[in-house]
């Protein structure tokens, strides 16, 4: 009797067992499987993140082509990673390198000379800069130097003794407009200068308080484009055998010639640019700056839109002519676009 009552109570036991390995079995597997759904979902949601919470970029003049374009590509920002963007208009070029040395901004567009004047530690800076990373060579900066008809200034040697507009003290505007017209032998000595904006100057053109300025920027400019509406305007060619002299020590110029009808020319004007630099702080990740690289040229359409000026910007020229060490994760994109 004793073992027919204990059989029944031992297989009762083993069953028992059994079950519970097979729950703790099924248990451990779904366990498994959420770990897995949960990894794959921080996998998702980091690729759309930023490491940094803000990313302001510094831009120049409210009616200039850095801030359009700034502005368009802090709203891609926005709607691609969630992260708190915004834009600072700002005097440009020069102000806008020392706000990203000191850590106040995140990115900034800028000149190609104002850059090399900052790693050279040249003119506007006492010292070199090596805080500073480039993520692409953008569109070229067109110097634009603008007088009536009636002015009798046809070319830069022209200039000599006359009131001109040469951009906000400190502007890329600026640091061109100096170097080029030392190129023609002429210095602010030899001329009245005045410290002017894009629509400041356009202004003083229109009340007769200044007889040229100049316009450094993307094609075209707003300013321009309203002043020629009120003005018999006349754009002042550049010598370009005299320009090739200068780019033998100022490689970061280039000629070029402005198309006929951007102003109501009827020819081609002879000028030099200037490429615009895409900077960041070397303190940015890896992750993050290949993220906003790819970005860039994800919705290059979208910046093209905003701004004529961005159709001169592609991936195929984004690394040439880089003043600036390139951020590695914009390296890590442009490797990974070249290997395709």
Do not use: W
């Not at 300025?213 to 484009?225: D, E, K, Q, V």
């Not at 303190?283 to 905003?306: M, R, V």
């Amino acid at each position: 009797m004793l073992n027919s009552f204990k059989s029944p109570l031992l297989l009762s036991a083993m069953l028992s067992a059994t079950l519970g390995l097979a729950a703790c079995s099924e248990s451990s597997d779904t366990t498994a499987t959420d770990s897995t759904a949960t990894d794959s979902a921080a996998t998702d949601t980091a690729a759309d993140k930023l490491d940094t919470k803000f990313l302001t970029i510094a831009t120049g003049g409210a009616s200039g082509p850095y801030n359009i374009i700034g502005t368009s590509l802090s709203e891609l920002y926005v709607k691609t990673f969630g992260v708190n963007s915004k834009t600072q208009t700002t005097g440009a070029s020069v102000e806008n390198v020392n706000l990203l040395t000191q850590g106040k901004v995140d990115m900034v567009l800028a000149l190609s000379d104002v850059v090399t004047d900052a790693i050279e530690g040249k003119n506007n800076f006492e010292k070199p800069i090596t805080n500073i990373q480039q993520i692409a060579v953008l569109y070229p900066n067109v110097v634009q130097i603008v007088t009536s008809k009636k002015s009798g200034i046809k070319t830069i040697e022209d200039l000599r003794g006359k009131r001109i507009a040469v951009g906000d003290q400190g502007s890329g505007t600026e640091v061109n407009a100096r170097t080029l017209l030392e190129g023609f032998g002429i210095t602010y000595d030899d001329v009245t200068v005045d410290y002017l904006g894009f629509a400041e100057a356009a202004d003083g053109m229109k009340a007769g308080k200044i007889e040229a300025a100049f316009f450094s920027s993307g094609l075209p400019n707003s300013s321009l484009m309203e002043l020629e509406q009120g003005l018999d305007l006349q754009i002042v060619s550049i010598d370009q055998d005299k320009l090739k002299e200068i780019i033998a020590t100022k490689p970061y110029f280039k000629t070029f010639e402005i198309p006929a009808g951007t102003y109501g020319n009827e020819a081609a004007i002879p000028t030099a640019a200037i490429m615009n630099a895409l900077l960041v702080s070397s303190d940015l990740s890896e992750a993050d700056g290949y993220k906003l690289t790819k970005t860039l040229f994800d919705n290059l359409e979208s910046l093209k839109t905003a701004h004529q000026a961005a159709n001169d910007i592609s991936l195929e020229t984004a690394r040439d002519g880089m003043v600036a060490p390139i951020h590695p994760g914009a390296k890590k994109y442009y490797d990974e676009q070249a290997a395709k």
